[in-house]
């Protein structure tokens, strides 16, 4: 087992201790919780954010908390994103979708509930010190807020079914906002609890992030249209479905292929000036562009 695997392990482990088990005056919201959690995922975000912290020689022990924090916002945001107001996919993961699998107003719930459990998670976490869990805290609300995450997901609903495509500079906004502040927020978690915070490394490493959550976007539209739902996970074809801007469609597939790799080996040469080019972060950065799904 690599020390990729190993991490992804521990973070299993960990959510799967760290997620309430049993409410008795809601036990099916506690249910769906855990089903849309624990039933996969690659867990891309909290593994960037251990993977930096360690990387920085921060005890993997002191990232979990955050590590569990973010991927519960990342995982509220996909069942959010499946609903019928949204992209109104029934399968994510293999599996039904929240909504499908429970009902839409307890999707709603369990989204709500995730992203409060990410805060109550992180401002609790016993093995940082409360001025760096408050900078954590800020680094997560902001990259999971109004200005990124959910702006873009706003730009994504109102180009979505227009005649008009986006351009390539309004789609990379879009992009880095709604995908990539995450990738960001967890590489800059990272190495605040690694103590880096406003230092050179910092400020590098925020780049990394940017350059890798915007390759991971690329190939998430590439693989919308190369592969099949049954090798995703989850409906293959649904860019096209509901009429989006994508990467393959302004520039074509292999294009977005060269993108992706050009981002990547922009992400390996800012590791480089870190030091960190021989990390797991490296492996991280393969795996992202090289995903089949």
């Known amino acids: 087992m690599n020390d990729l695997d190993q991490i992804v392990l521990v973070i299993n482990r960990y959510l799967d201790k760290d997620l309430p088990e049993h409410l008795d005056i809601a036990p099916e919201l506690v249910e ?92 609790t976490a016993k093995d940082i010190d409360a001025d760096r869990r408050i900078v954590l805290v800020e680094l997560l609300a902001r990259a999971a807020g109004w200005k990124n995450m959910i702006a873009g997901q706003s730009l994504d609903m109102n180009s979505t079914g227009v005649d008009v495509s986006l351009s390539l500079s309004k789609l990379k906004d879009l992009h880095s906002a709604k995908t990539g502040a995450m990738f960001r927020s967890a590489i800059q978690m990272g190495c605040v609890i690694a103590g880096e915070y406003n230092s050179p490394i910092y400020k590098t490493m925020t780049n990394v992030g940017d350059k890798l959550g915007l390759a991971f976007q690329v190939v998430d539209d590439i693989l919308d249209v190369t592969r099949t739902t049954k090798e995703l996970g989850k409906p293959s074809g649904s860019d096209i479905k509901l009429n989006k801007t994508t990467f393959p469609s302004l520039l074509g597939v292999e294009h977005s292929r060269t993108l992706s790799i050009e981002l990547f080996d922009e992400a390996v040469e800012l590791l480089h000036q870190t030091g960190a080019a021989n990390s797991t972060l490296v492996t991280l950065a393969k795996k992202i562009v090289e995903r089949l799904y």
């Open 32 to 123: 769906a919780m855990r089903y849309v959690t624990l039933n996969g995922g690659k867990r891309l975000r909290p593994a960037l954010l251990c993977a930096t912290a360690t990387t920085f020689d921060a005890p993997l022990n002191t990232a979990l908390a955050p590590a569990a924090a973010i991927e519960y916002v990342h995982t509220y945001s996909l069942v959010h994103d499946d609903l019928p107001a949204m992209d109104d996919d029934n399968l994510r993961r293999g599996e039904p979708t929240c909504h499908i699998a429970f009902d839409e107003a307890t999707a709603i719930l369990v989204g709500d509930a995730l992203q409060a459990l990410a805060f109550e998670t992180l401002s």
